[in-house]
């Protein structure tokens, strides 16, 4: 069975800075791209950052650019994304999700885990 | 980049109707397209990819069809479990994808 077990949320004021750790179980996890997607508390999904089943190549939504870095330890079986340069706008909570075809980045997002809330105030 | 509306907004439907949900891109997309189900409090579940291909367990009231730049999510029979939040995704942007505002389906 597919688990994604996001965990590193919490209270943060603006400025500062908060790692997500994903942890992942259920499938060979260093043949899927991965992906960060957060939610706004009553808004819609935005999609914030894929990376490559390698790690070698991450992708960034322009409005985390240069603040979020994602990456992957595929020996533990776990993403992270490192936020730093916290903003209030940055609120939300936080999912990790699967990319539905092996070795490929597709963005069709098959396992979702539930989600970690970052807070952002001072 | 590619914008994604959807419509209605919000749509107040009975158990039994049939629903059919839009999303419009302002840029072609081919058939790289993306239907979404969220219900409170939980995360989304992928119902369909590449326009038309319902997922593995997704019962088959769900359809989905289109391509271009219009695409529709239909159910067929309204079913209570139905009642949620429905969200479409392009994927045309390669690798920058991005969502629709979502579509909230409620009891009339």
Do not use: H
């Not at chain 1, 009553?42 to 950052?49: A, F, H, Q, R, T």
């Not at chain 1, 894929?50 to 990456?71: P, Q």
């Not at chain 1, 340069?85 to 490929?104: H, W």
């Amino acid at each position: 069975e597919v688990q994604l077990v996001e965990s590193g949320g919490g209270l943060v004021q603006p400025g500062g800075s908060l790692r997500l750790s994903c942890a992942a179980s259920g499938f060979t996890f260093n043949s899927y791209a991965m992906t960060w997607v957060r939610q706004a508390p009553g808004k819609g999904l935005e999609w914030v950052s894929s990376t490559s089943a390698d790690g070698v190549r991450a992708y960034y939504a322009d409005s985390v650019k240069g603040r979020f870095t994602t990456s992957r330890d595929n020996s533990k079986n776990t993403f992270y994304l490192q936020m730093d340069s916290l903003r209030a706008e940055d609120t939300a909570i936080f999912y990790c999700a699967k990319d539905m075809s092996a070795r490929i980045l597709t963005g069709y997002l098959d396992f979702w885990g539930q989600g970690t809330l970052v807070t952002v105030s001072s | 980049d590619i914008q994604l509306t959807q419509s209605p907004s919000f749509l107040s439907a009975s158990v039994g109707d049939r629903v059919t949900i839009t999303c419009r891109a302002s840029l072609g997309i081919s058939t790289y397209l993306a239907w979404y189900q969220q219900k409170p409090g939980k995360a989304p579940k992928l119902l369909i990819s590449g326009a038309s291909t319902l997922q593995s367990g997704v019962p088959s009231r769900f359809s989905g069809s289109g391509s271009g730049t219009e695409f529709t999510l239909t159910i067929s029979s309204l079913q209570p479990e139905d009642f949620a939040t429905y969200y479409c995704q392009q994927l045309n942007n390669y690798p920058l994808f991005s969502f629709g505002p979502g579509t909230k389906v409620d009891f009339k």
